[in-house]
């Protein structure tokens, strides 16, 4: 490591390396792992306990395989009932490398999609194999009854999505997540009831237990009885989702939040991609201060939704259906004719901005700005009839109305960009093993697979892949080695992991300010949005550094949490959040500042074309940045992992 | 607008619980039912009062975790869900008597939260297809006429809110179950467990607690997502065929 303070913000460590994956030709790769991993016998499985942190996709998928395999599970989340997970509420479709449509899918196209879409910037090797499993998550799911859209000779329908040029999209109305959530979650039931699986609803995971170097417990807390209970096991799993509520304002449940990954992090784990945020083009629009989350419509809407602003901007305020179509610009498809409205999620978000900067927004003002495109379906009601758009939209078009009170079928939706993913998480090698051993991300938590930047139906079909298919491979050439040595509660780590927690819980307690948690997150979210949100500037994320500090300092100075800790205490929940978002938000910064490139979800202002497109600078900044907690009061630091590609060449994204 | 809410509060699951009177002023029409209650809650930090406990994620209408009584009816005046309902379904200087959920097997947890893990427990008893992971033909080979397709799908819509428990007077959760034994039962996948599905959930539902079926229809209208009262029909089938050893 160089003692030389970078900026005065970091320091840069050894370089890292993914060691996992074995040497052979990428598409062999993952029949070669699944050999070499060691098995375990089936009656040492019931021995060895695996920790579950989330039952989302990726972790109820987790749950019920290593479950079925006879593993003893515990399954951890925040919720009432783990089918309640975030991952319900994805709309719009997962894609599988099917070539159900004979369109000239395949695996490598699949891959190949997925890497340029996220700019180059995601391990290949990982990538690949997401790929290449993609096609048994539609087959295990159809088997568990999931009811994806069908056509009249009874086969599954596809679709196409935003980015791509193939019809692979598997999806279920506009509830894709809920209907393969629910699918995951009732194979979960399944073992809970035969006893392999032990659930823990309403227990939120506030501490990663770490003994001789391994993961090997957690601390949570029993939300209902306030009760701070250990669970020791032999390896630990966290599936716990994205961090984009360090917004605040996003299309994440309220809930969703960094903690599990951040506590993690704090043991050693380290932190890759952290400033990668997906912004999503098609959301509502926010409509006040009160607001508490945006929503976001199904990106699939791009399919037949003409995207367009006034020309002019004295025409913004007007009824949009009295503005003739000379007068409107329908700026996708002027500028990216191959893809017009289809164009990337950064593209039409970045250029959605651009045209609400330039003064060409409608809707209503929020702080001065118009921030509102339309998304117009008169063209497609004319061409398929209003009865087909219902078909394939409606539930879209309701959900819109009761929002806003506007009726799509009548007047443009107004849509505008809001925080959506993170492509960021806990740095894994290729068997979803972080930086500690014996420590396992998967899903939203962890980075590997998406780069700068998501295509979409991407996630749904990673947190499938890793949880059912990935995951239960690698782990068990981690357990095989197994089981470790039982590690007593009363271990000195483990009593220190415990009274962390605890003095947290009375700290915040006993600040007794005077302002609210929430009041924190949204100043938190202000700064985050404006400085390191669609668009980045070295200054802009200097300042916000600073600002962010000031904030956390008031936060522990100032907080005021009532309640007691013996019981429900929801302030007292979201005071843990927050508090760890204030820490993550630094490093987003930091990790954004240092990226001195534009790729993907990452547009950095002095980084780009004479046309004002993203520019990427392969030669400086083709690798991963894992950050390593510097302690308290100390500096991150940066382990680069340089991106090699053998599959595929690196190539500058066009879209035009 | 400006808005009277009387709201129960219980402290925990023994505590004695009581309603209690709020004033709040200037609620935009705009926010959602849930967002008026955050603005009731940071008042009430202000004033230095415990903020109101209530269940809520995703506020989208998909996860099915918020639910309130507003006004004596499960969701509020509208068909959705209470973070769906928009407070331009309410007029300035309204009274609004805002109560959790009431069931037996739903017992209060803290002012409007309730415990629903009977619902887990009825779909632990049978409310899955068993295939492990990796044991599954090719999507493809099993069509499914669309018309089944289309009625799992619906039935599949049920989000778990147990509105249609709150709002049923008997307490019965005949709709949930009806919703899944219908969504499995319509698919090929559902064949084989189905007459043992629903015996299993139904019998667990009454080991729960919840109350029996008198087809009063208060679930449907409750329902915000539509699900229809024929399910359950449907589930009271499958029971019959079980019971008169359809084998
Ligand atoms: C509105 C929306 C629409 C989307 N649409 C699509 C789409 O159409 N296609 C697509 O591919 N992707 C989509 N995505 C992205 C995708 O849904 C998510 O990336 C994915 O579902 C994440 O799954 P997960 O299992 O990693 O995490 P989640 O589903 O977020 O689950 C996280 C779990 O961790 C638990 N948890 C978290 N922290 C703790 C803790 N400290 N202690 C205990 N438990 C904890 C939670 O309780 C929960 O069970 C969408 C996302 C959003 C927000
Ligand atoms: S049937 Fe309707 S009311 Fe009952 S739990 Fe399901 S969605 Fe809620
Ligand atoms: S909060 Fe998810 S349905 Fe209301």
């Not at chain 1, 996709?57 to 395989?65: E, I, V, Y």
């Not at chain 1, 901005?353 to 004319?382: H, S, T």
């Not at chain 1, 806003?404 to 290729?430: F, K």
């Not at chain 1, 300010?513 to 924190?520: A, E, F, I, K, L």
């Amino acid at each position: 490591m160089t003692d030389q303070l970078i900026d005065g913000l970091y320091r840069e460590g050894e370089p890292i390396a993914d060691t996992k994956a074995p040497d052979v030709p990428v598409p062999e790769m993952w029949t070669r792992r699944k050999f070499d991993a060691a098995l375990v016998n089936p009656a040492n499985r019931r021995k060895l306990d695996v920790i579950i942190v989330g039952t989302g996709l990726a972790g109820a998928s987790a749950g019920a395989t290593l479950g079925e395999a006879g593993y003893n599970v515990k399954s951890f989340c925040y919720q009432d009932s783990p089918r309640r997970a975030h991952s319900i509420a994805a709309q719009g479709g997962i894609n599988a490398a099917k070539n159900y449509k004979d369109d000239g899918d395949s695996v490598y196209r699949l891959f190949y999609d997925t890497e340029k879409g996220g700019d180059y910037r995601s391990r290949e090797t990982n990538t690949y194999r997401l790929a290449e499993v993609s096609a048994g998550i539609i087959d295990q799911c159809v088997a568990q009854g999931v009811p994806f859209a069908r056509e009249y000779g009874g086969l599954l329908d596809n679709r196409s999505f935003g980015g791509v040029q193939v019809s692979r999209t598997f999806y279920a109305r506009g509830q894709t997540g809920q209907q393969l959530l629910i699918g995951a979650y009732q194979a979960l039931e399944r073992q809970i009831a035969a006893g392999t699986v032990q659930m823990f609803a309403r227990h939120e995971m506030l501490e990663l237990v770490v003994v001789d170097g391994r993961a090997r417990g957690i601390i949570a807390r029993d939300l209902v009885s306030g009760e701070i209970e250990t669970h020791m096991a032999d390896a630990v799993v966290l599936a716990s989702g994205g961090y984009g509520n360090v917004f605040y304002l996003s299309t994440n449940a309220m809930g969703s939040n960094v903690t599990a990954a951040w506590r993690a992090h704090r043991k050693g784990a380290y932190f890759a991609n952290p400033c990668y945020t997906q912004i999503h083009p098609t959301c509502i629009p926010q409509s006040g201060e009160h607001q508490s989350k945006l929503t976001l419509m199904s990106e699939s809407l791009r399919n037949d939704g003409r995207i367009w602003v006034p020309k002019n901007a004295e025409d913004c305020d007007k009824d949009p259906r009295q503005i003739p179509p000379e007068d409107r610009d329908y700026y996708l498809e002027r500028i990216y004719p191959a893809f017009g409205n289809l164009v990337p999620r950064d593209i039409a978000s970045r250029q959605a901005k651009n045209m609400c900067d330039e003064g060409r927004g409608v809707g209503p003002e929020v702080d001065g700005v118009r921030r509102g495109v339309y998304l117009d379906f008169a063209a497609a009601i004319e061409r398929m009839g209003e009865e087909a758009v219902r078909a394939k939209y409606g539930n879209l078009f309701e959900m819109y109305e009761q929002i806003t009170g506007d009726n799509p079928y009548q007047v443009p939706m107004r849509i505008y960009p809001a925080v959506h993913y993170t492509m960021g998480g806990l740095w894994v090698d290729y068997d979803l093993e972080a930086s500690i051993p014996g420590l396992f991300v998967a899903g939203e938590a962890n980075f590997s697979d998406h780069g700068a930047n998501r295509l979409g139906a991407s996630a749904l079909m990673q947190g499938l892949a890793d949880g059912y298919f990935v995951l239960p491979n690698t782990i068990r050439a981690y357990l095989a080695k197994g089981p470790f040595e039982k590690v007593a509660e009363d271990h000195p780590d483990v009593q220190d992991a415990r009274r962390s927690v605890s003095d947290r819980v009375e700290r915040f307690l006993s600040v007794g300010g005077t302002r609210s948690v929430d009041s924190y997150h949204k100043e938190l979210g202000k700064i985050m949005w404006e400085k390191c949100g669609m668009e980045r500037t070295d200054a802009g994320l200097r300042e916000a550094i600073e600002q962010v500090r000031a904030l956390r300092q008031d936060f522990w100075d100032n907080v005021r949490v009532l309640g007691t800790a013996d019981g429900l205490n929801q302030s007292l929940e979201k005071a843990g959040r927050v508090a760890d978002f204030l820490e993550m938000g630094e490093l987003m910064c930091i990790d954004a500042l240092h990226r001195r490139e534009s790729c993907g979800g990452h547009f950095r202002a002095e980084s780009q074309t004479e046309d004002g497109e993203a520019l990427r600078h392969d030669d400086e900044f083709a690798y991963v940045a894992a950050w390593e907690w510097g302690g308290d009061g100390g500096t991150p630091v940066l382990h680069k992992e340089d991106l090699t590609f053998k599959a595929i060449e690196l190539k500058q994204r066009s879209y035009k | 607008m400006k808005l009277a809410l009387s709201i129960w509060r219980q402290d925990g699951p023994r505590a004695k619980g009581r309603m209690v009177r709020y004033d709040i002023d200037g609620v935009s029409e705009d926010s959602s039912f849930l967002e008026m209650l955050d603005m009731l809650n940071e008042q009430l930090i202000e004033e230095g009062e415990e903020p109101v406990a209530f269940d809520s994620d995703c506020r989208e209408g998909i996860c099915g975790m918020c639910g309130v009584v507003v006004n004596g009816s499960a969701h509020g005046p509208e068909r959705t869900t209470t973070c769906q309902l928009h407070m331009r379904s309410f007029k300035d200087g309204d009274e609004i008597v805002i109560e959790p959920w009431r069931a037996d097997p739903f017992p209060v947890i803290k002012d409007l939260v309730v415990d629903r893990s009977a619902f887990d427990r009825i779909i632990q008893a049978g409310g899955f297809v068993s295939v492990n992971t990796g044991a599954a033909p090719d999507a493809h080979a099993v069509p499914v006429p669309k018309e089944h397709a289309d009625r799992a799908f619906m039935a599949a819509e049920c989000i778990g809110c147990g509105a249609c428990v709150a709002a049923c007077p008997n307490g019965s959760a005949s709709l949930f179950m009806g919703a899944k034994i219908t969504h499995l039962g319509e698919l090929p996948q559902g064949q084989p467990e189905r007459d043992a599905r629903a015996v299993a959930m139904t019998e667990q539902h009454d080991h729960e607690g919840f109350g029996g079926c008198t087809n009063l229809g208060e679930c449907t209208r409750a329902c915000p997502k539509g699900i229809p009262l024929n399910v359950i029909s449907q589930m009271n089938g499958d029971v019959r065929r079980a019971g008169y050893g359809h084998r």
